[in-house]
């Protein structure tokens, strides 16, 4: 799979969306921060030059990400999505998930796939985040989320909301085939 796409690179290298994800960040993330699918380590090399950032830890479910973000000097975890790590223990967690919609008959057998598929809907990453995501924010804490409209914007907003969350739309490109947006989630309390 990889070989046919010219993607023989097993990290996401970064792009648009990691790029709008840490301009996010740069305006919302303080203290101890968290980037989940953290993949090159990119967007978590900036988010540690950030006035008021403490600490930015790095996690990935690919064990060549976690290698390459190490790389870069970022304290990286194989995990996951949020299973390692105890509650309340960060003030903001960045997400740019996996999200593109793709046929569940399609061969899943690379990790740029892990890195691109968000499976038939486009939202199996991002719903289980959101289910556990306030249980790691401390409180007023902020979850910055990367959506794109292919993984269906208002559904997206619509399980954030039911989940107890409050979302804010805090950056927004539109490309030929989508639209990227950053949510702001900061929970109900
Ligand atoms: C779209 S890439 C984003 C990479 C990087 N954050 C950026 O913006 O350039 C999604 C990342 O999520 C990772 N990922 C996929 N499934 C995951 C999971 N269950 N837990 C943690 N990370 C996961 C992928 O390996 C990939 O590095």
Redesign the pocket.
């Known amino acids: 799979m990889a070989e046919r796409r010219g993607l023989a690179d097993p990290?996401?290298?970064?792009?648009e969306?990691?790029g709008l994800?840490?301009e996010a960040a740069a305006a919302r993330a303080r203290g101890t921060v968290l980037?989940?699918?953290?993949?090159?380590?990119?967007?978590?090399e900036r988010v540690a030059d950030v006035d008021g950032v403490e600490r930015v830890v790095?996690?990935?479910?690919?064990p060549h990400?976690c290698r390459r973000a190490r790389d870069r000097g970022v304290e990286a975890v194989c995990?996951?999505?949020l299973?390692p790590f105890r509650g309340a223990a960060f003030d903001a967690v960045?997400?740019?998930?996996?999200?593109l919609p793709t046929d569940p008959d399609a061969e899943w057998d690379d990790?740029q796939e892990?890195?691109?598929s968000g499976g038939a809907s486009g939202r199996d990453?991002i719903e289980?985040f959101l289910d556990d995501a306030g249980r790691v924010l401390a409180p007023s804490g902020v979850a910055l989320l990367?959506v794109s409209s292919l993984a269906g914007f208002g559904e997206v907003i619509e399980y954030a909301l039911d989940g107890g969350f409050r979302a804010e739309t805090v950056r927004e490109e539109s490309f030929p085939y989508e639209t990227l947006s950053v949510l702001a989630l900061t929970m109900d309390n």
């Not at 980037?35 to 978590?44: D, K, L, Y």
């Open positions: 990290v996401y290298a970064p792009a969306d990691s994800l840490a980037e989940v699918g953290t993949g090159s380590g990119w967007v978590a790095g996690s990935d479910v690919n990400a995990a996951n999505l299973d960045l997400f740019n998930p996996p999200y990790w892990a890195a691109l990453l289980p990367l």
